[in-house]
């Protein structure tokens, strides 16, 4: 089954863990083409919404649309369109870059051949492509990282803080990066707190604060003398 | 894609396993370790008792067996690379399979070391029927491995995870441990008491066949938060 | 079973009162004396133990595959009320045990396999307690496999155990037995459907009160 679609959609989504509430109805939408900034202090709810749109974990009420399916009814294919970028990174220590993206290339279905290569250029690693990953800066494991997240294409890229650990230069080439992919057609869903780095980065900005959706409009200049006020201290 | 994932998974641990052998040789060593414990623990005049070789085989199996699942699973848990493999476009299920095979692989080479030196410590006539011995080890090994890969895995993001491992494990997994000794005991004993070790085959491959297919039911369920 | 309960605790209340004295007038066993008669409370723990086990596995199965919440609250009255009725077993059988037969245990497969089933129920509740967020699903998957490994227990102990000595046989029932037995048997069984009841209309208490609380967020 080939599945595809242009917008995602949070319908009344909540989750909570006895009493203690994780999100509270939540209704969302981003379209092909869009960097949704998903802005909030720590703790907000924001990684919960991103492990939900991942398909890892279901939501105690509402439901979660992509293109017009609930996500239960389209399956395992659904997540070929999905690629997620978490602050663990998701890279096995012990064996070398190409390992790494061979592996979750094949995991993927496609063919390692083509694509590796290209992805250990584009991360500025071709010359340690055969080193262990334990031996890696937190910047090299980002930018690999990175490339794993997105060899197969998707058309949803979910970030959870991308920017953590990165120095402006790379911060910049993180934001050039989701910036094409927005261009190319993905929705691009970025979870941060870090305002600033979202400044001029996203088209759309979804406010989270205490599992509540504060505000959803479109981006303007000046994100945190806007949002101070509603976020409180960021 | 299912059988495809499963080896893709399998062949990855392998990949890993291979470059420093550390699950592997100390799974091993404390296999002995436990071996020799109890033959201190119950050999008495250079003599240990009845079917007490049966006995510690099964036990330093499903001892080194629980340290070997935390550690393995540990790994997943590291980078959270078990997310990573849970997002693949592959059936759920398959994960498991790749788990399951590997974990038989590491128990398997426990077993072919641990075999011949409880062979040779008790003086124990184990290879007299091979093929019924591989029997009850291999019936027994597939299902302490699927209960236990299952939890192992539902257990990766709990707290208290290695301690409740065993707390699940051992009463659930008794069955295998009745079998696998009285199966084993049966070939040691003389004469060699064939009929019984068949019927043990037969009961741990039932106890397979069921705690395979309630895994592979229950393991997207519960890796899903 | 809310509108049941009243009339069904007054129900059990009055069995209880008037077991004893069925009991006392039932007929003495044959070789051990007074001490059988422990056998009217000892196998009626067992069999509300069953039907503790029966809902939460039931349960257990249901609130894992559609997420049900009331299902979790009735896998949690089923382990809960499993063990406290496992535990009236496990501690009637070895003192009758040890005054019929002079040992306090000696590898029944019944009881044998109820002290199995006891020490899963009890993991169950390790698993809820100290299992952190989500443990209700690994509690559940505990339950399930636990409900689905009970009979092969069952089987490899009872063949185990013709290596062992034999020393007890639950001793054939005498008609005038039969009744003072059946009665027992129903009083336990509705003591444990009627604390079942009582444990999860609690869990759907501190459900509700869960849910406020989730409103109360929902409005600030």
């Known amino acids: 089954m080939n599945v595809d679609f242009t917008s995602v959609q949070l319908v009344d989504v909540s989750r909570h863990f006895g009493r203690r509430r994780a999100l509270s109805h939540i209704s969302l939408r981003a379209s092909s083409g869009d960097i949704l900034g998903l802005l909030g202090p720590n703790g907000a709810g924001k990684s919960t919404l991103i492990t939900i749109l991942a398909t890892l974990a279901t939501p105690s009420g509402g439901e979660v649309r992509y293109g017009d399916q609930p996500a239960a009814r389209l399956g395992a294919a659904l997540r070929i369109r999905i690629g997620l970028l978490a602050h663990e990174l998701h890279l096995y220590p012990e064996l070398s870059a190409r390992q790494n993206l061979a592996f979750f290339a094949q995991l993927y279905g496609l063919d390692p051949r083509p694509i590796v290569e290209p992805a250990l250029e584009s991360a500025g690693l071709a010359d340690r492509a055969d080193d262990a990953v334990s031996g890696f800066s937190r910047g090299m494991r980002q930018r690999l990282a990175l490339e794993r997240a997105l060899l197969h294409r998707p058309r949803l890229v979910l970030f959870d803080e991308p920017f953590t650990g990165l120095d402006d230069r790379a911060s910049a080439v993180v934001a050039d990066r989701l910036r094409a992919l927005a261009a190319g057609g993905a929705i691009v869903v970025l979870a941060t707190h870090d305002l600033d780095l979202a400044d001029g980065l996203v088209t759309r900005v979804a406010l989270v604060r205490n599992g509540k959706l504060v505000s959803d409009e479109r981006a303007s200049s000046g994100l945190r003398a806007r949002y101070r006020a509603l976020i409180g201290a960021a | 894609m299912f059988f495809r994932t499963a080896w893709l998974v399998l062949r990855k641990d392998v990949a890993i396993e291979v470059k420093s052998l550390e699950v592997l040789t100390t799974t091993l060593f404390f296999a002995i370790a436990c071996v020799l414990i109890f033959a201190f623990a119950f050999v008495k005049n250079g003599q240990a008792p009845e079917d007490a070789a049966a006995g510690i085989l099964w036990i330093a199996i499903a001892f080194s067996g629980t340290l070997a699942l935390g550690r393995t699973f540990e790994r997943e848990r590291y980078a959270e690379t078990l997310r990573a493999l849970l997002l693949a476009p592959a059936p759920r299920p398959a994960l498991y399979v790749g788990k399951l095979l590997g974990m038989l692989a590491l128990l398997a080479s426990a077993e072919v070391l641990l075999v011949p030196l409880i062979a040779f410590l008790f003086q124990a006539a184990l290879f007299s029927r091979p093929v019924l011995l591989v029997g009850i080890l291999a019936g027994g090994t597939v299902g302490f491995s699927a209960v236990g890969t299952l939890f192992a895995a539902m257990l990766v993001r709990a707290r208290s995870r290695d301690v409740l491992l065993p707390i699940l494990l051992y009463p659930i997994t008794i069955p295998v441990i009745i079998g696998g000794v009285r199966g084993t005991a049966a070939l040691l004993a003389s004469p060699v008491d064939e009929p019984s070790a068949i019927m043990w085959i037969g009961i741990l491959a039932a106890f397979d066949v069921v705690f395979v297919t309630l895994s592979l039911w229950t393991f997207e369920p519960l890796m899903t938060e | ?220």
């Open chain 3, 1 to 220: 079973m809310k509108k049941a309960f009243g009339p069904l605790l007054v129900v059990v209340a009055v069995m209880f009162v008037v077991a004893p004295f069925l009991i006392a007038n039932a007929p003495y066993e044959s070789t051990m004396g007074l001490i059988q008669k422990i056998f009217y409370y000892h196998v009626p723990s067992w069999f509300a133990m069953y039907l503790a086990i029966a809902v939460c596995g039931a349960a257990s199965a249901v609130y894992l595959f559609k997420g049900t919440p009331i299902a979790d609250a009735y896998a949690t009255a089923g382990a809960e009320v499993a063990v406290v009725f496992g535990l009236c077993g496990l501690v009637t059988g070895p003192l009758w045990g040890r005054v019929a037969w002079g040992v306090w245990w000696q590898w029944d497969v019944r009881l044998t396999t109820a002290l199995l089933l006891e020490l899963i129920f009890v993991a169950y509740l390790m698993v809820r307690r100290f299992g952190g967020p989500g443990a209700e699903k690994l509690a559940a998957a505990t339950a399930l496999f636990g409900t689905a490994t009970a009979p092969f227990v069952y089987k490899s102990v009872d063949i185990w155990r013709t290596v062992h000595p034999q020393t007890t046989v639950i001793p054939t029932l005498k008609p005038s037995m039969g009744g003072p037995f059946a009665f027992s048997s129903l009083a336990f069984l509705l003591l444990s459907a009627l604390l079942l009841t009582a444990r999860v209309h609690l869990a759907k208490r501190q459900m509700m009160v869960d849910e406020m609380y989730l409103a109360y967020e929902d409005q600030s």
